[in-house]
């Protein structure tokens, strides 16, 4: 069942084995419930968030799949990846629940989470060779995947920052999606470093 994480749903129904029905027939005249009670539009601030993190975790998705299928020999790369989809999960809650007192500090990104991707970061780009021009998304396909990745979330990067215009949004949630857009894009590299998917330059 594809999950909204602003969607009025308990969050222990996203581990319940007994999920919600798919179709609930409320959202047909283009409304829909937060986890605060609030009916807004489905194209408002808040879910056009949420619609950007879910088609990031979808891309992800797709990137670990082909990982899985290429082979590659690198499994705390998919660890990291697998990781990123369940913090994103948390990102899509806290969002949904920016209005909300009570919110438990375990369901939150915290600063650990930050720094996992930037000492992951640095070590891959310690090891890949210097990059000294702009590069094309491409090689392989788990690389191009990675690099849509990056786009997505870059875009995720931008709603939620014009969420943060009419909400109060923690600084940690702008900083973990601006560190992963980084992380994605030199997973790319390091996946096309590891496969020989080769880099294209950007020729002036």
């Given at each position: 069942?594809?999950?909204n994480p602003l969607e009025k749903y308990q969050p222990h129904q996203l581990y319940s084995n007994h999920m919600p029905k798919i179709y609930t027939k409320k959202g047909?005249?283009?409304?829909?419930?937060?986890?605060?009670?609030?009916?807004?539009?489905?194209?408002?601030?808040?879910?056009?968030?949420?619609?950007?993190?879910?088609?990031?975790?979808?891309?992800?998705?797709?990137?670990?799949?082909?990982i899985k299928k290429n082979k590659i020999k690198d499994s705390r790369l998919l660890n990291m990846l697998v990781s990123i989809q369940r913090v994103l999960f948390k990102?899509?809650?806290?969002?949904?629940?920016?209005?909300?007192?009570?919110?438990?500090?375990?369901?939150?990104?915290?600063?650990?989470?930050?720094?996992?991707?930037?000492?992951?970061?640095?070590?891959?780009?310690?090891?890949?060779?210097?990059?000294?021009?702009?590069?094309?998304?491409?090689?392989?396909?788990?690389?191009?995947?990675?690099?849509?990745?990056?786009?997505?979330?870059?875009?995720?990067?931008?709603?939620?920052?014009?969420?943060?215009?009419?909400?109060?949004?923690?600084?940690?949630?702008?900083?973990?999606?601006?560190?992963?857009?980084?992380?994605?894009?030199?997973?790319?590299?390091?996946?096309?470093?590891?496969?020989?998917?080769?880099?294209?330059?950007?020729?002036?």
């Open positions: 069942m594809a999950y047909d005249r283009g409304t829909t419930s937060l986890l605060t009670g609030e009916v807004v539009t489905k194209d408002c601030v808040s879910l056009q968030v949420a619609g950007e993190l879910d088609e990031l975790n979808c891309v992800i998705g797709i990137v670990i799949a082909q990102v899509g809650a806290e969002v949904s629940a920016l209005q909300k007192k009570n919110v438990s500090a375990d369901g939150r990104v915290s600063p650990k989470e930050i720094t996992e991707l930037e000492s992951q970061i640095d070590e891959w780009w310690n090891i890949l060779p210097p990059l000294k021009n702009f590069i094309l998304p491409g090689g392989n396909l788990p690389a191009a995947h990675l690099q849509l990745a990056r786009a997505v979330c870059r875009r995720a990067e931008r709603e939620l920052i014009a969420l943060g215009k009419v909400a109060k949004v923690r600084l940690e949630l702008y900083k973990y999606l601006n560190r992963l857009s980084d992380f994605l894009f030199v997973a790319a590299r390091w996946v096309n470093y590891r496969l020989g998917g080769g880099e294209r330059v950007v020729k002036k």
